[in-house]
């Protein structure tokens, strides 16, 4: 598939899958450290803010080119960390798990979409699993298309499958790239080992990102991109110091024609810097 047809594609579906994005070796880093978190924090299964807590880990799967290259092709060259999960769900009896869901939703920063057309997202999740996901540890499930119907849904219905739902048996190491308008919900975990989830969530340059940025090893990582002259990796920690003029650009040449011609400049700026020095 081409960029452009993938895209074309999650216009459509709302969500795409890169298959096979991260390897082994890393995801048993990231396994690791999550175990020496949850060992320091209280069996603490959820953590946020893990750029800070582990940045020569995380900052890769942040940066990485495979997911931020269509990411910025999605939300245009306006792209910031908005937070970096890494958790584990505990397994339940398969009994609990029966005919559950763990919670339809969309995903922070969304809205109820009031027709059918297509809108750029405010914020994408690029979701990993540590593990295959078989049935035992749980599938992803997603409303195809979703992201354009003005569907709601009654309490009640939120913990049931539902009749519109598809099952994604993701393997270890597979992104799936969502919009945050897709109504989507995990699977209870039963299989006797915790179910591991890394969310890298992404979210429009203007808006106000969850994870703080502000710690040292954060800090040190946006000192090194501005010496770089790197403005995509600026913008994902919070600081886009070219968004006054292209967010009131004037708005008669489309979208991504205009989101490119940035893109091209963010990356000539990085080449201009390198020829000086
Ligand atoms: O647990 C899952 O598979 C889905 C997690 C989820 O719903 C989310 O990232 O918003």
Same mark, same amino acid.
Not at 76 to 81: R, T
Not at 239 to 242: L, N, R, W
């Given at each position: 598939m081409t960029t452009d047809e993938r895209f074309e594609a999650y216009k459509t579906n709302g969500f795409t899958v890169f298959e096979k994005v991260f390897a082994e070796p890393q995801m048993h880093l990231w396994r690791e450290k999550h175990r020496q978190l949850s060992a320091e924090n209280n069996g603490q299964t959820w953590f946020g803010n893990t750029l800070e807590l582990a940045p020569d880990l995380m900052w890769p799967a942040v940066t990485h080119p495979t997911i931020l290259e269509f990411v910025e092709k999605v939300m245009?060259?306006? *792209?910031?960390?908005d937070n970096l999960t890494l958790a584990a769900f505990s397994s339940i009896e398969p009994e609990k798990g029966k005919g559950r869901v763990s919670g339809w939703h969309r995903d922070r920063w969304a809205h109820v979409p009031y027709t059918d057309a297509y809108h750029r997202p405010n914020a994408i999740n690029a979701i990993s699993y540590l593990q295959d996901l078989t049935d035992a540890f749980g599938p992803l499930r997603v409303i195809v298309g979703s992201h354009r119907t003005p569907l709601t849904m009654a309490d009640a219905a939120r913990a049931k499958p539902h009749s519109d739902e598809t099952l994604i048996h993701m393997k270890a190491g597979d992104v799936v790239i969502t919009h945050n308008g897709l109504v989507h919900s995990g699977t209870p975990n039963t299989s006797g080992q915790l179910r591991y989830f890394f969310s890298i969530y992404y979210n429009l340059t203007w808006l106000k990102h969850t994870d703080h940025h502000s710690g040292p090893h954060t800090q040190k990582l946006l000192a090194e991109a501005k010496a770089a002259n790197n403005h995509q990796q600026m913008r994902l920690l919070g *600081?886009?110091?070219?968004l006054q003029p292209r967010c009131n650009s004037g708005f008669l040449c489309a979208d991504e024609e205009r989101w490119e011609e940035w893109a091209a400049a963010d990356r000539g700026a990085i080449l201009r810097l390198g020829a000086k020095l």
């Open positions: 245009g060259p306006f *792209v910031q960390l *600081v886009d110091e070219q």
